[in-house]
């Protein structure tokens, strides 16, 4: 009951985030230098047909109609039109490369999640052997590597050097990514570094917290088997912590989608906004921030749940005898 | 057959640190006969839990043992890790201190109880589930078919440890080591798990290993104790024997530092033992107790070792000192004259106090107190987790402010919180906190810590001044100039308490609220702390509230003793008055829970059921109906008990028909 | 002292680390005078030449600047940034976690919506986009927008770690003295509270650097000439297969300076957080 009433709590924070993130997007493209009338028509329009285009998009209304349309269009499913493609459709554009970034983001997902936790929970279970040295000089190298920097390396070995994979992640024209599913390697595989620094590392102490309890030398002393006692008793307690920094590290993974895509020139989110912000594409800016914002509260909420779920303590709240 | 479960035989235990390696446990021998069940007792840092975690073999890496820890026939510390586990759990099982981390909290408690007849005797699960309920219902728990659903953290801490101990009797061990398993629980509850072990020991004919700092605890379950000090066994014996006949100085003392009843300031002098328990090195022999012990000669280092002294008693200190017992005892009788201050104006007056916390879920903390404290007095406030007793004082001092109600301090309205008091305000009531430890700013040093309140409310601005007082205020508390400089991280325990006390002191205030300064103390602290605080109080006329969960502890330093339940008042009068009857029926069963130490004692036995109302509940009645041994009907549930008035100083309040005492009607329902 | 040496001894690695630190700061302040090439000049003689050609030790790009001379010139930027962004955002990390968890109740429940929204947004887009739309950007307007985007987890660590001393006695024993918010925050529980702080500081100077030369890699950062190690890596990745070195070089400097940040960071935990 009262689990079902901590998700509707996140829900409604969730709606309220999401309203006023809109509202700073959208004043914050609002600041933005330049006028929007004259990036359309170009530097050698006349004030007259500027003008007339300022009062045919309303764009001489005040801020906060403006707001109400631009939100309200949101609400419908309207992301309205590119600038810099000469007004298609927001939607045309940005749902393909929404799939390809979330291709891109589950394949390096499915590689550091298990990679990290396992290598985590090893290092915790052997702190101060070998191994652990060895797993967690590597979760302190990549912890603050960027995206970029692993990625050259890793292309200038697979790709330079070995010709495994290509160089570049583009799509050839007239072909879906899932006939292309090699280009996805390097990209994933340069976030997964850095993601695998942060996670490992908070594995490794919360592994290392969890045997040092309580709980875990009195399910030793009742004589089970150390390998029983880790899998059964210790797991479930230590991966807990972890879920919730995946959550919050999914921001991180979300940046790091950007760097990897503007560097392999993979056709995702990413580099869609780059382009709109060199391109100065004020609706293309808003539409493609605001859908992160929801990808990633989205993502921060399904741990929050999972955490819940998973945690005796939060689940049967307040249900104490 | 041998008849012996456990013999230990020459043991030490090392620890390798930083520069060296210290010896935890040193030439250890012990033998447990079947069915039989030994106390150990020490203070903390005697080695008491590293003797249980070795013959457990659940040591730190660092760890080096070497001698032999037979149980039966094997040799526990040649075994494999993998033969181990047949032991531990099964043969051999441990119940510890802290029920709510010993248990896994991802896991409900009928998992964590089956899988020990799953592992050790290949049950079923089926099987296991059915001896695990089994377990649970000899344990006299209700529903044991809804407990093994439930998780840990929805029960309470007593049914915590009574799930703990079922789940040491699944597979009828030969050996329960339990470490301190009562520590972390009120004592109306203790006395129940005391006795449950007790009749759990003969029904499954096991031998018991008690460990505990406590004196009164191991009385109440074991047959023979076993005295332990830095890591060396110096007396063993039966229990009343040991009592009657400490042979080794060490037991001696300790046992002389332990308020019990009978004993109060004003007739007795508690013992304190000079210096510390020194961590010892491999290389030093001879008597660990030497450097402490007041009867120390030349020989105390090269003879040295366990002897008899009388049948099953054995001691390591060659010289009997047993005829002197009676003297050492006798030196500390004192004659105090007690404080008879003007009982006209009372120096803090409490009236009709309330506090309730929270919003959504109110708990109610103390409901409808009236008390006063008359100058240069000690009032005692006792009751166990949850009576709203810390509440009391902390709200007297300003960081609570009442819910209803007013505070007077010298007439003066003190109902706010610490913001709206004056500085003379806040000088004239002190505090003292429970935890020295964190009481003290760790990163400050000894003179910036007493040195900031003489600034604050003194107003002294001269730093010489202030620290001539400083170091005239350490020399009253027992410490020397040195420790100006030292940070309060670097104190032992009773250093740190020493400190708080010159802080509260150095101001000279007219009332000093004590909140358990002892408790987190080892007895032969807490009886240096006690002793001085008795001489401060002699001296200055300060009046105390003393607040504590020990009886004893209130018994010795308190004038008046206040007995609270459930943020409520069930007794009030002066020590006499309420350590004698007539009791209210919770001062009786508090009285016949406490441990004692002098095992001869036999108390009426009063076990409470049940547990503690939840304090967010509203309570029309007695809050003690329900657990209460002497409830008279539905009267007790439905109606708030009357006052009963004994003397002027003396009452109480209960339904039950007291003669020669006037009844008062109960003033308005609480809430 | 003696525990710093004792550790230091156990930990080679921040040997190394510290070694490397040193390296690169001493590279900023004297670097420029004893290079042979400026980071401006175009060598067209030698473009894309490979390390050792004419006195070019890390080779050239393709407009046949020296990679050395720029890598050297470029981390004057990127520590100065990274290092005035790790404390900017620590200190207002300190001043928004404690206030919100000393006086806890509405504050800390507004401070934490707060924080809540502004995590809404990944650090990394959050200053992407704001640098892009305001185009041009300096030392400071860099500094101010990474330190901000920080602020969420330096305040976090700051709230926590007030919280876990507020609930100690000397605190209230300091209330009940009558002494002020302030000299409670900062006298009391800040002397006890530092070692975290400290270690998420230097933690978070590694995180500047990425989260720098990441901006500079997207086109954000610093602007030309100034060189910067991010830009340098994506200007010359299309020659990558011709001539590696012009990007796998500053690719390295970044990656030298963050592991060799990381490596201090986890030592200064180890000594003021006798972790285990």
């Not at chain 1, 000469?86 to 999640?113: D, E, K, Q, Y």
């Not at chain 2, 509230?545 to 943020?567: E, P, Q, R, T």
């Not at chain 3, 928004?96 to 924080?115: E, P, V």
Request: aromatic letters at 8%.
């Amino acid at each position: 009951m009262n689990f079902t009433f901590m998700i509707i709590k996140r829900l409604g924070s969730l709606v309220v985030t999401l309203v006023v993130m809109s509202v700073v997007i959208f004043l914050l493209v609002e600041i933005m230098p330049g006028d929007v009338a004259e990036m359309i028509l170009g530097q050698s329009a006349t004030p007259e047909s500027l003008e007339a285009l300022r009062e045919e998009r309303g764009l001489n209304d005040p801020v906060f109609t403006r707001y109400l349309r631009w939100a309200g269009g949101l609400l419908q499913g309207d992301l309205g039109e590119s600038i810099y493609m000469r007004g298609v459709p927001i939607n045309t554009l940005l749902w393909r490369r929404v799939g390809h970034s979330m291709l891109l983001a589950l394949t390096a997902f499915i590689i550091f999640v298990p990679l990290s936790i396992f290598l985590g929970i090893v290092a915790g279970v052997k702190a101060k052997k070998t191994a652990d040295s060895i797993i967690s000089f590597l979760g302190l190298a990549t912890m603050a590597l960027p995206e970029f920097v692993s990625g050259v390396f890793l292309i200038s070995i697979f790709a330079v050097q070995l010709r495994i994979f290509p160089i570049i992640s583009v799509i050839p024209i007239g072909e879906s990514v899932f006939s292309n599913l090699d280009i996805l390697i390097l990209p994933a595989l340069s976030i997964t570094f850095v993601m695998f620094g942060y996670v490992s590392r908070m594995q490794r102490s919360s592994m290392i917290q969890v045997m040092n309890s309580d709980y875990i030398r009195a399910a030793m002393l009742k004589g089970m088997p150390r390998r029983y006692v880790i899998l059964r008793h210790a797991l479930k307690n230590a991966m807990l912590p972890t879920i919730t920094i995946i959550g919050m590290n999914m921001g991180w993974l979300f940046g790091g989608l950007i760097v990897v895509e503007t560097l392999f020139a993979y056709p995702g989110m990413g580099s869609l906004l780059m382009t709109a912000i060199r391109t100065r594409d004020v609706p293309l800016i808003e539409a493609c921030v605001l859908l992160i914002t929801v990808v990633f509260a989205v993502s921060t909420l399904i741990t929050d749940v999972m955490y819940g779920f998973l945690n005796p303590r939060i689940r049967f709240q307040g249900d104490v005898q | 057959m041998n008849s012996s479960i456990l013999t230990i035989e020459n043991l030490n235990v090392y620890f390798d640190v930083f520069g060296g390696s210290v010896s935890a446990v040193r030439g250890l021998n012990l033998t447990l006969d079947h069915n039989e069940s030994i106390g150990i007792i020490g203070e903390s840092g005697c080695g008491k839990s590293t003797l249980s975690y070795t013959i457990m073999r659940y040591l730190a890496p660092n760890s080096r043992v070497t001698g032999k820890v037979m149980f039966r026939e094997d040799n526990l510390l040649e075994k494999t890790e993998q033969e181990i586990l047949a032991f531990r759990g099964n043969r051999i099982a441990m119940v510890y201190q802290n029920p709510y981390s010993s248990l896994n909290p991802a896991l409900t408690i009928g998992f964590q109880l089956d899988e020990v007849t799953r592992f050790h005797q290949k049950a079923s699960k089926e099987k296991a589930r059915e001896k695990s309920i089994q377990a649970l219902t000899s344990l006299n728990m209700g529903d044991p078919e809804g407990l093994v659903k439930r998780y840990p953290h929805q029960i309470s801490g007593g049914m915590q440890q009574r799930v703990c101990i079922a789940m040491a009797l699944l597979c009828q061990p030969d050996l329960m080591i339990l470490d301190e398993p009562t520590t972390a629980l009120d004592v109306t509850t203790e006395a129940v798990i005391l006795d449950l072990i007790r009749d759990l020991k003969d029904k499954y004919a096991m031998s018991l290993m008690y460990i505990s700092h406590d004196i009164g605890v191991i009385n109440k379950v074991a047959d023979r104790i076993v005295v332990m000090y830095s890591g060396e066994i110096v007396e063993s014996g039966p229990n009343e024997e040991l009592f009657a006949h400490p042979h080794h100085p060490y037991t001696r003392a300790l046992i002389n530092c332990i308020p019990r009843e009978g004993l109060v300031k004003e007739n007795f002098r508690l013992n304190t033992i000079p210096g510390y328990v020194k961590q010892r090195g491999t290389d030093e022999g001879g008597c660990p107790f030497a450097e402490r012990c007041s009867m120390k000669v030349a020989g105390c280092i090269e003879r040295y070792g366990m002897r008899e002294v009388g049948e099953k008693h054995a001691a390591a200190c060659d010289r009997a000192y047993a005829a002197d017992v009676a003297d050492s005892f006798a030196k500390l009788k004192v004659s105090r004259s007690k404080q008879h201050a003007d009982h006209t104006k009372p120096i803090l007056e409490v009236q009709d106090l309330y506090k309730h916390f929270g919003k959504k879920r109110k708990i109610y903390a103390v409901n409808g107190v009236s008390v006063g404290v008359e100058r240069g007095t000690v009032l005692g406030i006792v009751g166990e987790s949850g009576c709203g007793k810390t509440t009391m004082g902390q709200t007297a001092v300003g960081l609570y402010t009442p819910s209803k109600g007013r505070i007077l301090f010298n007439d003066t309205d003190i109902s706010v919180s610490w913001k709206k008091r004056s500085p003379e305000m806040l000088k004239q009531i002190q505090f003292i906190f429970q935890n020295p430890g964190r009481s003290l700013n760790p990163s400050h040093t000894v003179e910036q810590i007493i040195s900031r309140p003489l600034k604050k409310l003194m107003g002294i601005s001269s730093r010489e001044e202030r620290k001539t007082r400083i170091i005239k205020m350490l020399e009253q508390v027992g410490l020397s100039e040195e420790y100006l400089s030292k940070k309060s991280s670097h104190l032992s325990g009773g250093e740190q308490q020493r400190v708080a006390i010159a802080r509260a002191f150095c101001l000279s205030p007219g009332l000093i609220i004590c909140d358990e300064p002892t408790s987190a103390l080892d007895v032969s602290v807490q009886s240096s702390v006690l002793n001085l605080l008795g001489d401060l109080q002699a001296e200055t006329l300060a009046a105390y509230v003393f607040i504590s969960h020990d009886l004893h502890v209130i018994n010795y330093i308190s004038d008046y003793i206040m007995v609270m339940y459930l943020g409520r008042v069930c007794e009030y009068g002066t020590r006499e008055e309420v350590m004698q009857p007539p009791f209210h029926p919770y001062t009786e069963a508090l009285l016949s829970s406490v441990p004692e130490i002098d095992p001869s004692q036999k108390k009426r036995k009063i076990r409470l059921g049940g547990q503690l109302p939840d304090p967010a509940k509203k309570i029309r009645g007695c809050p003690f109906a329900g657990r209460c041994h002497m409830q008279i009907g539905t009267i007790c549930e439905t109606q708030p008990p009357p006052l009963v008035k004994f003397s002027d100083t003396h009452s109480l309040s209960c339904h039950l028909d007291f003669p020669d005492a006037v009844r008062e009607p109960a003033g308005e329902a609480t809430g | 002292m003696k525990y710093i040496l004792y550790q230091l001894k156990k930990n080679p690695l921040a040997i190394i680390g510290i070694a490397i630190i040193v390296f690169w700061v001493l590279a900023a302040f004297i670097g420029p005078s004893v290079l042979t090439y400026t980071h401006t000049e175009m060598d067209s003689l030698n473009q894309m030449v490979s390390p050792g050609v004419s006195g070019h030790v890390l080779g050239t790009d393709a407009l046949g600047r020296d990679i050395l001379s720029r890598i050297i010139v470029g981390s004057r930027s990127i520590l100065t940034v990274a290092l005035l962004t790790s404390m900017v955002s620590t200190l207002l990390g300190i001043v928004l976690g404690f206030s919100a968890a000393y006086f806890g109740g509405k504050i800390d429940q507004t401070f934490l919506r707060m924080m809540d929204i502004m995590m809404a947004i990944p650090p990394l887009v959050l200053s992407m986009v704001v640098l892009g739309i305001l185009g041009g950007s300096s030392i400071m307007s860099l500094t101010l927008i990474v330190s901000i985007a920080f602020i969420p987890a330096t305040a976090r660590v700051s709230r926590g770690s007030l919280l876990t001393c507020k609930n100690n006695e000397y605190v209230d024993a300091a209330r009940i003295r009558g002494e002020s918010h302030i000299y409670i925050m900062f006298v009391e529980i800040l002397p006890n509270t530092i070692g975290p702080i400290i270690v998420e500081a230097t933690a978070r100077f590694a995180y500047s650097i990425m989260m720098v030369a990441s901006l500079g890699f997207l086109g954000v950062g610093l602007q030309p000439p100034t060189p910067d190690w991010g830009m340098m890596v994506i200007e010359n990745k299309q020659i990558i297969t011709d001539a590696p070195w012009a990007v796998l070089y500053p690719a390295a400097a970044i990656a030298s300076l963050v592991i060799a940040i990381s490596l201090f960071s986890d030592f200064v935990s180890k000594v003021l957080i006798h972790e285990q």
